[in-house]
T-cell receptor, first 114, second 116 residues
């Protein structure tokens, strides 16, 4: 079955510290992947995406993610977290050739300590 | 570019009434729109896929007669919650797929529905 797992439900980091949010997927077809961020009561903002090519992708707000096919992972990283990064983060996976449906992970809540 | 709007942003309705939520792609044409439901502190659950000019495809477990979806044009899809009940209270988010692009979806800001 197709699935996306974000193992960490809640993460707390100090401002200025580095961040890594994990995302693992199980998908029979070749996937494309996204990371989204959601502030309370808001919609989703796209942080970055991977379709093909270079497995290290850069996104907005200083985020990057690395696609590792062998590990079925697409972890999100940021070298120095800012207080404004506190939000909910979702990993999403889709497959080429289907209707464009995405499967979302459960989400990771990021709390930033001053 | 690639802006999706939703209206209203929040709505309160009484149990038994119907409420319509609009999703519009403002600066692109979207042959496909998606409707999601999100419970507090939870992930997005796909309800249905809406294709312009055809019937929506509903996910398993989603009541077609309760959640009516219409995609009348390339820029507008509507979700009508019929005979709403308190358990229908949720955050509803739409997204649109750019017909010219790859598989990226652009998300609306969401609509908070509260049924009293």
């Amino acid at each position: 079955a197709q699935s996306v797992t974000q193992p960490d439900i809640h993460i707390t980091v100090s401002e200025g510290a580095s961040l890594e949010l994990r995302c693992n997927y199980s998908y029979g077809a070749t996937p494309y992947l996204f990371w989204y961020v959601q502030s309370p009561g808001q919609g989703l903002q796209l942080l970055l995406k991977y379709f093909s090519g270079d497995t290290l992708v850069q996104g907005i707000k200083g985020f990057e993610a690395e696609f590792k096919r062998s590990q079925s992972s697409f972890n999100l990283r940021k070298p120095s977290v800012h207080w404004s990064d506190a939000a909910e983060y979702f990993c999403a996976v889709g497959a080429y050739g289907n209707t464009g449906k995405l499967i979302f992970g459960q989400g990771t809540t990021l709390q930033v300590k001053p | 570019g690639a802006v999706v709007s939703q209206h209203p942003s929040w709505v309160i309705c009484k149990s038994g009434t119907s409420v319509k939520i609009e999703c519009r792609s403002l600066d692109f044409q979207a042959t496909t729109m998606f409707w999601y439901r999100q419970f507090p502190k939870q992930s997005l659950m796909l309800m249905a896929t809406s294709n312009e000019g055809s019937k929506a495809t509903y996910e398993q477990g989603v009541e077609k007669d309760k959640f009516l979806i219409n995609h009348a044009s390339l820029t507008l899809s509507t979700l009508t919650v019929t005979s709403a009940h308190p358990e229908d209270s949720s955050f509803y988010i739409c997204s649109a797929r750019d017909r010219k692009g790859a598989y990226e979806q652009y998300f609306g800001p969401g609509t908070r529905l509260t049924v009293t």
